[in-house]
């Protein structure tokens, strides 16, 4: 069982900064990727920017300059600095988690969702 939790959404004025964070717990041997999606109103789920457990970014092309997703292992927490923001950028931010979990004698792959965290940006 591997669990996410998300922290960092709020309330910003067009062309401030957010970040966020996405910490995951549970039985982790490894990270395979760790990503953040988001839902703006009325819309589906979209892909903003995904990191490899080997650091590998990529991004969405609306997220291309302005976001920057980082990793760190050893707490299995993901980050995603948001700078320039813009009312098109509102909505729920999900973090994902793809993982290998489990123990040294019996392993699985999980894949897992947090909660979502709001990211409201004001004109």
């Known amino acids: 069982q591997v669990e996410l939790a998300e922290s960092g959404g709020g309330l910003v004025q067009s062309g401030g900064s957010l970040r966020l964070s996405c910490a995951a717990s549970g039985s982790i041997l490894s990270i395979y990727s760790m990503s953040w999606y988001r839902q703006p109103p009325g819309k589906q789920r979209q892909l903003v920017a995904k990191i490899t457990g080997d650091g590998t970014p990529d991004y969405a092309d609306s997220a291309k300059g302005r976001f920057s997703i980082s990793l760190d292992n050893a707490k299995n927490t993901v980050f995603l600095q948001m700078d320039n923001l813009n009312p098109e950028d509102t909505a729920v931010y999900f973090c994902?988690?793809?993982?290998?979990?489990?123990?040294?004698?019996?392993?699985?792959?999980?894949?897992?969702w947090g909660q979502g965290t709001q990211v409201t940006v004001s004109s």
């Open positions: 994902n988690a793809e993982v290998e979990g489990g123990t040294t004698w019996k392993r699985y792959d999980a894949i897992s």
